[in-house]
């Protein structure tokens, strides 16, 4: 596994290349990119700033609207191959994004055989273009409750999923918030492997809140609370070897405040926090 740099849940907003200089500088290997940087810049240019600063691309969102009505859905997926293409082009070949738990609209069957077919599709056109497709479940309690029908929020759920879409390029968007909040354990972690892992999310949990309680935007940094057992996290990734991206997504105010190099410094700092506590350095 290694570390990748991606500014937006960091609040940090600079150009791509100032973005690529400052991961450089503090110790990243990967750097997210996206279709509007490929577009603004170019592909030529963003594989020389990839280049240049020596960063793997590590990851990039999904652009496909697949949580709501079939007409956006399909629009969407008219749009999905020039994605991929520019994606290929660029050398990033793992593509992310989350999935409610909960739905007041479609009961537990219906919502599933909904998303299973959706990501057979999505699945289909990225697996042409040698992308892998990782999907986030969303643990906290918090996000179904008032909800009436409650949907996958666990690992066993998103197994679940992935082996009924049933297509090799598929995996998790795995993150130590939702695994700590669906009250996940170490046995659960073990059931995955590096073809199941797409991408990793690392971040921390505000302390004094039981954990039915947490609110999925009030988070902390990477190590700074102990709330999270992240030494049992990483130290699972590790066991697996797995060969993807890890990134910071802590959605903590402070943070977002500060500038952009004491933002990637800090993050940079909270990475090689974590990865002594799971004694991995």
Known sequence: ?????????????????????????YGFQGIGVSQGVADELGVDAVRKILDTYNLIPALAGLPVQYRNDEDTFQKDMEALPAFCQAMADVGCTRIATWQPPASDTLPYEEHFEQLRRRCVAICDVLGQYGLRFGLEFIGPKTLRVGKRYAFIHDIDGMLDLIKAVGADNMGFLLDAWHWYTAHGTAADLAKLNDQLVVVVHVNDAPQGVPVDEQIDNVRDMPGATGVIDIATFLQ????????????????????????????????AASLDKIWEMAGLL
Not at 8 to 23: I, M, Q, S
Not at 237 to 262: I, N, Q, W
């Open 1 to 25: 596994m290694y570390r990748a740099l991606v500014g937006g849940p960091l609040g940090v907003k600079v150009p791509f290349e100032r973005e690529a200089e400052l991961a450089a500088r």
């Open 236 to 267: 699972a990734l590790d066991k697996m070897h797995y060969t993807g991206p890890v990134e910071v997504e802590p959605f903590c105010d402070r943070v977002r405040k500060l500038s952009a190099v004491e933002a990637v410094s800090e993050t």
